[in-house]
């Protein structure tokens, strides 16, 4: 083969080489979903309860429903802790007890053998209309009501009789990380309260400290606590000037007591924390209908 022809046929076979497709390499995969996902441990699926619970024959003169359904956020521990510590309580005080997280209790026949019902962090929309209209007529009709932390610290609610009512104002938020737990000066505004009896005027503590969109006002509302907002450092949408966290609201014939306080569980072992919710029960447990201050 002559050199010429041989020039030619390396050219030829360095142009198909050249101009020959590579083949395509492999779409790479999608990237998997990075979004939040909610722990099933904090946020459980929502049920509707319809089926009433059989109540215990109850013993005593009074009977107190413990009720901690959580549809939102739950703090387990917390609520294991709370309602512990609540059935200790209610033993003491000679008053029987119902534990329970089914909102068909939550009926006029049932709701008629409680005198005080304490909501212990409920969360989310726990409540059918049915349900709803019996707990607002028992209230009205003369029922306490003690309600603990989360059970006003949802970020919107559907029941607007609930927050402009019952609780009195609309939570908008807690501190938070990094900064979430801070000791804080709850400042005792009205120390002759059976629940504020033997606390001291300045109460330094550490907390997930709760702000809302409004002092509550009405319904012969009493704020028996505020927070000092110079002992702590809230975000500034969360300054409210007059910061209450514990307080007292007559809804008809009815009685409310409502603190923001306590996230932990360990609070619940808490001696000052404790005398403070055995007064708010027995407040609510002794006051006479229509004798709500």
């Known amino acids: ?30 990237e998997a979903p990075t979004g939040w996902v909610k722990n099933p441990r904090y946020w459980p699926d929502p049920v509707m309860d319809q089926v009433a619970p059989a109540l215990p024959a109850f013993e005593r003169e009074r009977a107190v429903l413990v009720f901690s359904k959580t549809n939102g956020f739950r703090d387990g521990e917390q609520i294991d802790a709370a ?45 059918t209309d049915a349900q709803r209209a019996a707990f607002r007529q028992w209230i009205e009709d003369g ?66 400290w709760y702000a809302f969109d409004r002092v509550p006002s009405g319904h012969g509302t009493r704020v028996l606590a505020r927070l000092d907002e110079d002992s702590y450092a809230p975000a500034p949408e969360q300054r409210m000037g007059d910061h209450p966290v514990v307080w007292t609201r007559c809804i008809a014939r009815g009685r409310v007591f409502y603190s923001a306080l306590v996230h932990k569980a360990e609070t619940y072992a808490e001696p000052l924390h404790l005398r403070m919710i055995d007064g708010a029960i027995g407040w609510a447990a002794d006051t006479p209908r229509d004798a709500c201050h």
């Open 1 to 30: 083969m002559s050199m010429a022809r041989l020039s030619l046929l390396l050219c030829a076979l360095l142009f198909n080489v050249s101009t020959t497709a590579a083949p395509a390499l492999p779409s790479p995969a999608p």
């Open 83 to 127: 309602n512990a510590a609540l059935a200790d309580m209610l033993a003491t005080r000679g008053l029987d007890s119902f534990v329970s997280e089914n909102a068909a209790v939550f009926n006029p026949d049932a709701l008629a053998k409680f005198d005080v019902v304490v909501l212990n962090s409920i969360s989310g929309n726990v409540f």
């Open 143 to 208: 029922g306490g009501v003690v309600a603990l932390h989360g059970a006003g610290g949802d970020s919107r609610y559907d029941w607007d009789w609930y927050v402009d009512t019952l609780i009195g104002a609309q939570f908008i938020g807690h501190t938070s990380r990094p900064n979430q737990f801070q000791d804080a000066i709850v400042q005792v505004a009205e120390p002759a309260h059976p629940a504020m009896q033997g606390l001291p005027a300045e109460w330094r503590r550490e907390d997930e």
